[in-house]
C-alpha cells in the first residue's frame, strides 16, 4: 500500500477507522461518524474504499454549487469512491441523471445554470427540511441520490410536498478530497473564529410562521431602511438550506456584510444538535460585530414549530444574543399566535410584517388582532421607522 493508498490510510486511521494492508485501502471497523463504511463483502472478502487522482479537465467542467463556494478550487484533488458514507457537509461529485423539480443549479456568482443528463456538478450532501417541498436525508452511501436544493444539496428525499415535481436525480460518483485522501468537508472552510471587542451591536431577528411568510422580505426592507438612516448594516441567515436567494436580496437590500450558516461550515441546519446551531449564532453574530457593523439583522428560517426554530426559541445563547425580533406571518391569526408565542418565550416582539401586508384585508384584520406594530414593507424602508425599532431598545437598556 503506497502513495496516494498509504496516505488515505493514514488519514482514516487518524479519524477512527481500522485500516488493513492489501490490494487496496481496506477498512474493516469504524465510528458512527467514520468516513468509509463496510458492505456485505462478496465470499468473505474486505470492503475497499477506492481513490483516484482527479484531472483538472474534469474539475474544471464540473459545475459548483452556491453551497461549496467557501472551498477553493485546489482542495479538490482525489476521490474517494467504493464504499463509503457521506456526511453532512461533505463535498461530492455527483452526475445528473434526471432533470425533474431543480432544472438548474445556482453557481457561487448567483447564476442559475441550466442542468442536462450527463452534467457532472460540484455538491454537498445534507439534509433538507423544506414544508413546501422536500424532506430529505444525507445519503448513506454512494450511488443514486437527489438534487433537494437549487443551492447544491444533495440528500435522499423522503417525503415531498402535494404538487411537488420529484427531485431531480443525481449519481454521487465520489467523495472530493484531498492530496491525503481526506474528503473535503464545508466545516474545514468555515470563517475564522472572530475577536470581538466592546459591546455588541443591536441585533434583531426575524420569525416566520413557515417557508413563504414574507422572513426574507422583511428583514431586506428593515436592512434597506437602516442603511440609509446610515448604518452599517450586517445580515445573518442562522438556519436553513444552503442557496444564495437570501444572500443576494441582502447585499442588494444594502447590507454591509452578508454571512449564513454555511460560512460557518453547514450546508443546512436541518437535524443539527442546538449546541452546534448556538455556536452558529454567537460565531457569525460575533463575525459581524468584528467587522464593524453597528446594526444587526438575523433570520431564522421555517416557522416556530419547526423542529430547531423551536429549540431556538428556548435558548439561552439566543436570548442573549438578540434583542428585538419581528414576525412574518401569512394572515392574522398567525400573527396573533405567533406574536404570543414569541412573548412567552421572552422575546421583545417589536412587530409584526410579511405577506399578510401585501394585501389590505389581511393587514387590516391584523392590526386589529395584535397589539404591536404592524409594518408594511414601504414602512420597513422608511430609515425613521426602521432606526426606532432598534433605538428603542438602545433607549430602554440605558
Known amino acids: 500500500m503506497t502513495g496516494v493508498q498509504d496516505r488515505v490510510a493514514r488519514a482514516l486511521a487518524a479519524l477512527g477507522a481500522t485500516v ?15 468516513l468509509v463504511v ?26 459548483r454549487a452556491f453551497s461549496t463556494r467557501r472551498v477553493p478550487p485546489h482542495a479538490f484533488r482525489t476521490l474517494v469512491s467504493g464504499a463509503v458514507r457521506p456526511r453532512a457537509g461533505d463535498l461530492v461529485l455527483a452526475r445528473i441523471e434526471r432533470v425533474r423539480q ?65 427531485a431531480t436525480e443525481v449519481t454521487l460518483l465520489g467523495l472530493l478530497a484531498d ?92 437535524m443539527t444538535p442546538l449546541p452546534v446551531l448556538e455556536e452558529v449564532g454567537i460565531h457569525l453574530i460575533g463575525h459581524l460585530a468584528a467587522s464593524g457593523c453597528d446594526r444587526i439583522v438575523v433570520e431564522i428560517a421555517d416557522g416556530l414549530l419547526q423542529r430547531e426554530t423551536a429549540e431556538l426559541l428556548h435558548s439561552e445563547v439566543l436570548h442573549s444574543l438578540v434583542d428585538r425580533v419581528l414576525f412574518a406571518a401569512v394572515d392574522a391569526m398567525a400573527a396573533a ?16 410584517s410579511g405577506l399578510l401586508t401585501a394585501s389590505p384585508l389581511p393587514l387590516r384584520e391584523a392590526r386589529a388582532a395584535v397589539d404591536v406594530p404592524v409594518f408594511t414593507r414601504d414602512e420597513l424602508n422608511d430609515p425613521e421607522a426602521a432606526t426606532m425599532l432598534l433605538r428603542a431598545h438602545a433607549l430602554i437598556a440605558s
Not at 422572513?215 to 426592507?221: H, R, W
Request: charged share 20%; with cysteine; proline share 7%.
Open 20 to 34: 488493513v494492508d492489501g490490494d487496496e485501502a481496506a477498512v474493516v471497523a469504524l465510528e458512527d461518524d467514520a
Open 38 to 63: 463496510p458492505s456485505a463483502p462478496p465470499a468473505g472478502r474486505v470492503s475497499r474504499a477506492i481513490v483516484e487522482a482527479l484531472e483538472p479537465t474534469r474539475l474544471a467542467r464540473a459545475r
Open 102 to 166: 431543480h432544472p438548474r443549479i445556482e453557481l457561487p456568482t448567483g447564476r442559475r445554470a441550466t442542468l442536462h443528463a450527463g452534467d457532472e456538478v460540484i455538491v454537498a450532501c445534507g439534509n433538507r427540511y423544506a414544508s413546501d417541498q422536500f424532506e430529505a436525508f444525507v445519503p448513506e452511501s454512494l450511488g443514486a441520490a437527489h438534487l433537494v436544493a437549487g443551492g447544491g444539496v444533495a440528500a435522499t428525499m423522503v417525503e415531498r410536498a402535494r404538487g411537488m415535481r420529484p
Open 179 to 270: 492530496d491525503d485522501g481526506v474528503p473535503v468537508n464545508l466545516a474545514r472552510f468555515a470563517l475564522p473564529e472572530p475577536r470581538v471587542e466592546g459591546p455588541r451591536p443591536p441585533v434583531m431577528a426575524v420569525f416566520g410562521t413557515a417557508m413563504n411568510s414574507g422572513k426574507t422580505t422583511t428583514a431586506g426592507a428593515l436592512i434597506h431602511g437602516l442603511e440609509r438612516a446610515g448604518y452599517r448594516v450586517g445580515y445573518a441567515k442562522l438556519t436553513g438550506t444552503g442557496s444564495g436567494n437570501d444572500y443576494w436580496q441582502m447585499v442588494d437590500a444594502g447590507a454591509a456584510i452578508v454571512a449564513d450558516f454555511t460560512d460557518a461550515g453547514l450546508v443546512s441546519t436541518y
Open 337 to 352: 399566535g405567533g406574536v404570543a408565542l414569541l412573548r412567552a418565550a421572552g422575546f421583545d416582539v417589536a412587530g409584526v
